[in-house]
């Protein structure tokens, strides 16, 4: 079983990355707290960032300490969830999800000169952003996308109406019943700064082997949260948490809007109530990081970063490799 990469502090939500010869990751940071388990995520509260490093897998890891705290972010109230990262022209860009003053989470930006930060952030969220789980990718043209959405607490079912904020469907709601399509996550391009969304929030289509919307009940292949993007032999790969049925899956499609076909689950549940994952290519070798609760015993909101070796077959499907 792969160890943690850092036992000091309790970190999740790994978003990982390959900057200046290094992996650099990006994870959320718990830390203890009384609040109870609820579907708002409430036990959830974390107040700041820190950025891990390494130059080899199973090697030595870096933590480069804070790099963005709440209380720098004027329009932040709580929570700095699942974060993610991005370079270009020069410089580095650390999005993040927070609750605004009024408990609505909105998607941030800060930037730094280095992949380790610290981070300046905006004044304000991204305007047209909302919900959760932000993930950033920059194809090979240059041009960023910035993916984002988590239901029940993470509120997206809030947004079926993308004018207006529905507060009456917070917690653990989402549609359901015959016929019924699930949610879908969120995408848009990013500006050529990196600061805001150049184009319209779209809704990414994750269709079925029949090439049909993926129903709200298929609690085992529809997204949930925990968006993420990378790209292999030209196609796009979208992977997302189930979320309570708790796996890791992924689509492919031949753009990076979509539409995507579900193709299969890449990790089943861990010891922990969420799942939540990135996907990078180091040293000729691809690698899932995630996060589980086994350092902490089980304890659901002080989760532990992992990573294990990713294998393609030759239809460019994945799967663990069997010897960690």
Known sequence: MPEPLVTHIYTAD?????????????????????IKFNDNGDQYDMADYHVLSLSEPGGKVTDHGIALKAEDIPWVSKQLWAPDAATKNGKYYLYFPARDKEGIFRIGVAVSDKPEGPFTPDPEPIKGSYS???????????????????????QLQCWEDESKFDDSKSGAQEP?????????????????????????????????ESGKLLAADDHE????EAAWMH?????????????????IAYA????????????GKILDPVLGW??????VE???KWWLFYHDCELSKGVDHLRSVKMRELLYDDAGKLSLAEKQ
Not at 137 to 154: A, E, K, M, R, S
Not at 182 to 198: G, I, N
Not at 274 to 279: G, L, P, Y
């Open 14 to 34: 790994p978003s990982a990355h390959v900057f200046e010869g290094k992996i650099y990751v990006y994870p959320s940071h718990d830390r203890e707290t009384d």
């Open 132 to 154: 959760i789980d932000p993930a950033s990718f920059v194809d090979d043209d240059g041009q960023g996308y910035l993916y984002f959405g988590g239901i029940w607490g993470g």
């Open 176 to 208: 359901s019943g015959a016929g019924v399509s699930a949610l879908l996550p969120r995408a848009a391009k990013l500006s050529d700064d990196m600061h805001s969304f150049s184009s319209e929030v779209k809704q990414l289509q994750i269709l079925d």
């Open 221 to 224: 292949r529809r997204f949930f």
């Open 231 to 247: 790209k292999y032999k030209g196609k796009y790969y979208f992977s997302y948490s189930t979320g309570d049925t708790h796996f």
């Open 252 to 263: 492919i499609g031949d753009s990076p809007l979509g539409p995507f076909t579900y193709a």
């Open 274 to 279: 969420t799942n939540h994952h990135s996907i």
């Open 282 to 284: 180091y040293q000729n």
